[in-house]
């Protein structure tokens, strides 16, 4: 029995593929455990903010400060292997060991920085195996959401999306409000503690049930091989996978850096102003993934299409040189942006067969990962070639052709079994 099956069974109420799920709030183990897992997620916001700006400060290279920023999307390369960990032998393994690792390695890394100014090379090592903890600690958590909130597992894991977002944008106005009085060696000890948070959540008895590992006799290439067309086989999640990588690909860290270009050198913002655009895009960002993630009822044969629509529009509007459109098109942009990626792990969650949720998100983190890379190679070469105009309007046609995909698998959203709709 899949999880929407169990939903269905547990509500009575769903319009073909639309599940009604209750508000993950209303259970005490949920609030638990949101809470201690957003106390993680913004001291890695902090950290991610902090380290950048100490290297600047000790090096003055931005090869550097590229090498520590590239930590995170090289620990993705170990999801599949992390994901196949939690299939086979559970996950409580995946998120003690991560945390412990992600602890020892800042311990250390205050430590060297207490001492003097330490090689670039170890601060990456410490920044790289942190991020391989977080990796680990999170494919741990989230492989047994649906299992630990089967009464809401699509709405409980959006809201752990909504909840990541919101750190987000938490980290840096911590960063800037304690970097003055502390320091940043003060700021990372600051931010050690918040690596013990999800443990303070696993002693309060707020943790994945335990499961008889799985028969690991088999080679696992053919394992992996078997998990991917599985998952592949839905087209629902064919589907929710193009569309994040697409996403990944055109709006990711390229894009960043062309709007903030866009900031500073065609309209001639101060670096504040345009921080505060920024802030105001990731608010429009969250505000999106907010309004799909606390809804009762998911609809993504509407969802999907008119998010992607509104996103395409947004970028081809940001070539016109008009300064209010310019901030609209931002945010009208970031909301639907925010939309799309509540529904894209909702719907995952949603479809995912239990016994292979580690391995296909994985494999799943793996390839977004990739597909995110694409950004910052493509977008500066294509501004520099084309102007910043034709490279949105580049990117707003490129994100239009997930429609043709929405379109094709139109009929995976119809109803399925007709004894659990609704009356009209």
């Known amino acids: 029995m899949t999880t929407a099956d169990r939903v269905r069974g547990a509500h009575g109420t769903a319009r073909g593929d639309e599940v009604v799920e209750p508000s993950p709030f209303a259970e005490r183990a949920f609030r638990v455990f949101a809470a201690g897992n957003s106390v993680n997620n913004l001291g890695e916001a902090l950290y991610a903010t902090a380290l950048p700006l100490l290297a600047y400060r000790?090096?003055?290279?931005?090869?550097?400060?590229?090498?520590?920023?590239?930590?995170?999307?090289?620990?993705?390369l170990l999801a599949p292997w992390f994901g196949s960990v939690a299939d086979r032998r559970g996950t409580a393994g995946l998120v003690l060991y991560g945390l412990l690792a992600q602890a020892s390695a800042a311990t250390v890394m205050n430590l060297l920085l207490w001492q003097g100014d330490p090689e670039p090379w170890v601060l990456f090592v410490c920044a790289l195996v942190v991020a391989a903890g977080g990796v680990a600690y999170r494919v741990g958590w989230m492989t047994d959401v649906p299992v630990m909130f089967p009464r809401c597992p699509a709405r409980a894991r959006g809201t752990l999306n909504s909840l990541f977002l919101a750190t987000t944008l938490a980290g840096p106005v911590l960063v800037a409000a304690t970097l003055?009085?502390?320091?940043?060696?003060?700021?990372?000890?600051?931010?050690?503690?918040?690596?013990?948070?999800?443990?303070?959540?696993?002693?309060?008895?707020?943790r994945p049930p335990?499961?008889?590992?799985?028969?690991?006799?088999?080679?696992?290439?053919?394992?992996?091989?078997?998990?991917?067309?599985?998952?592949?086989?839905?087209?629902?999640i064919a589907v929710t996978l193009v569309l994040q990588m697409v996403l990944?690909?055109?709006?990711?860290?390229?894009?960043?850096?062309?709007?903030?270009f866009e900031l500073r050198h065609s309209?001639?913002?101060?670096?504040?102003?345009?921080?505060?655009?920024?802030?105001?895009?990731?608010?429009?960002?969250?505000?999106?993934?907010?309004?799909?993630?606390?809804?009762?009822?998911?609809?993504?044969?509407?969802l999907l299409p008119v998010a992607v629509v509104v996103r395409a529009v947004s970028l081809a509007l940001l070539a016109v040189p008009v300064w209010p459109l310019f901030l609209v098109a931002l945010a009208l942009g970031a909301v639907a942006q925010g939309a799309l990626l509540a529904a894209v792990v909702m719907l995952r969650v949603r479809y995912l067969p239990q016994r292979v949720m580690g391995r296909a998100s994985g494999l799943m983190w793996l390839l977004t990962g990739s597909a995110a890379l694409l950004s910052p190679v493509v977008i500066p070469p294509l501004e520099h070639a084309a102007g910043p105009h034709a490279t949105f309007l580049a990117l707003g046609v490129a994100?239009?052709?997930?429609?043709?995909?929405?379109?094709?698998?139109?009929?995976?959203?119809t109803p399925t079994n007709p004894a659990t709709t609704e009356p009209a």
């Open 58 to 76: 000790l090096t003055g290279s931005l090869a550097v400060m590229t090498w520590l920023a590239a930590a995170v999307p090289m620990s993705m």
């Open 180 to 206: 003055p009085l502390l320091g940043y060696l003060g700021v990372l000890w600051l931010n050690l503690p918040t690596f013990f948070a999800p443990l303070a959540v696993w002693a309060f008895g707020v």
């Open 210 to 236: 335990r499961r008889p590992a799985a028969d690991g006799r088999r080679r696992e290439p053919a394992r992996l091989r078997g998990v991917w067309r599985d998952t592949l086989a839905d087209r629902r």
């Open 248 to 260: 990944e690909a055109v709006c990711g860290t390229g894009l960043t850096s062309l709007v903030l």
């Open 267 to 302: 309209w001639q913002l101060s670096a504040q102003q345009a921080g505060w655009v920024v802030a105001a895009v990731n608010l429009s960002l969250l505000t999106g993934n907010l309004l799909v993630s606390q809804r009762e009822r998911l609809r993504p044969a509407m």
């Open 399 to 413: 994100s239009s052709v997930v429609l043709v995909q929405l379109h094709r698998a139109r009929t995976a959203w």
